[in-house]
């Protein structure tokens, strides 16, 4: 591959797993023990409140008891030194990016340690537990807040800067996803379409990677360190 001017990094749950955080769900629909339609999608929000903020309050306790791993070491490191621009987008809730260095993170499914509140838009970080009668710290309707999370019939976050970004690489990125959720799976033939160079850093071949230039597996904790000494050497 030529020397890139722009990246798009775009990471999924695999950077994260060996960190010890699950991936967001089995082949059967169920995370940690509970269908998906309870605890990530708006209408199970509605139905029951109280469960999915006990759901969120644990996994974002969790987050205290793991700590980023090699591979997000790696990519603060790269954010850091790399010359030309970079843009750095996960799938991921969790904080690990943050925390291994990077200071310039796209979320675009959400973060656990934010919160926004459904009456008024405002959005803050949250750290400690919520519940069906949380005050909004703005406007102060109990009730209001959720977890600043994109479930299931939402739409992701900053799509428009996101693919804009990727219209503009020279270099898209892919690591530790499934290539099975849209539209994140759809970023590497966006980035194909205009011309980018595509790579696949990933434990096995994804559900997308015959769609990448080139495709590495391994486990992220050996692949993406090599990959950045290679790309700031």
């Given at each position: 591959?030529?020397?890139?001017?722009?990246?798009?990094?775009?990471?999924?749950?695999?950077?994260?797993?060996?960190?010890?955080?699950?991936?967001?769900?089995?082949?059967?629909?169920?995370?940690?023990?509970?269908?998906?339609?309870?605890?990530?999608?708006?209408?199970?929000?509605?139905?029951?409140?109280?469960?999915?903020?006990?759901?969120?309050?644990?996994?974002?306790?969790?987050?205290?008891?793991?700590?980023?791993?090699?591979?997000?070491?790696?990519?603060?490191?790269?954010?850091?030194?790399?010359?030309?621009?970079?843009?750095?987008?996960?799938?991921?809730?969790?904080?690990?990016?943050?925390?291994?260095?990077?200071?310039?993170?796209?979320?675009?499914?959400?973060?656990?340690?934010?919160?926004?509140?459904?009456?008024?838009?405002?959005?803050?970080?949250?750290?400690?537990?919520l519940s069906p009668t949380t005050p909004c710290p703005?406007?102060?309707?109990?009730?209001?807040?959720?977890?600043d999370i994109v479930w299931f019939g939402e739409m992701p976050y900053?799509?428009?800067?996101?693919?804009?970004?990727?219209?503009?690489?020279?270099?898209?990125?892919?690591?530790?996803?499934?290539?099975?959720?849209?539209?994140?799976?759809?970023?590497?033939?966006?980035?194909?379409?205009?011309?980018?160079?595509?790579?696949?850093?990933?434990?096995?071949?994804?559900?997308?990677?015959?769609?990448?230039?080139?495709?590495?597996?391994?486990?992220?904790?050996?692949?993406?360190?090599?990959?950045?000494?290679?790309?700031?050497?």
């Amino acid at each position: 591959m030529t020397d890139p001017s722009h990246i798009v990094i775009l990471t999924g749950a695999g950077i994260s797993a060996e960190s010890g955080i699950d991936t967001f769900r089995d082949a059967g629909g169920v995370w940690e023990n509970h269908p998906i339609e309870q605890v990530a999608t708006p209408e199970g929000f509605a139905k029951d409140p109280e469960l999915v903020h006990r759901f969120y309050n644990l996994r974002r306790a969790a987050l205290s008891t793991v700590e980023p791993n090699a591979a997000h070491i790696a990519l603060g490191r790269l954010q850091d030194a790399f010359q030309g621009q970079l843009t750095l987008v996960t799938q991921n809730v969790d904080d690990l990016h943050e925390r291994g260095g990077s200071t310039d993170v796209i979320h675009m499914h959400g973060e656990l340690l934010s919160a926004f509140c459904t009456a008024c838009d405002h959005r803050w970080e949250q750290r400690s537990d919520l519940s069906p009668t949380t005050p909004c710290p703005a406007c102060r309707t109990a009730g209001g807040p959720r977890p600043d999370i994109v479930w299931f019939g939402e739409m992701p976050y900053q799509m428009r800067r996101l693919e804009a970004a990727v219209q503009s690489c020279d270099l898209f990125v892919s690591i530790g996803t499934s290539g099975a959720v849209y539209p994140a799976a759809g970023f590497v033939h966006l980035a194909r379409t205009f011309d980018a160079q595509t790579l696949e850093l990933n434990l096995e071949a994804s559900q997308g990677s015959a769609a990448f230039d080139e495709a590495r597996h391994g486990p992220a904790t050996q692949l993406v360190p090599q990959w950045v000494n290679s790309i700031l050497s």
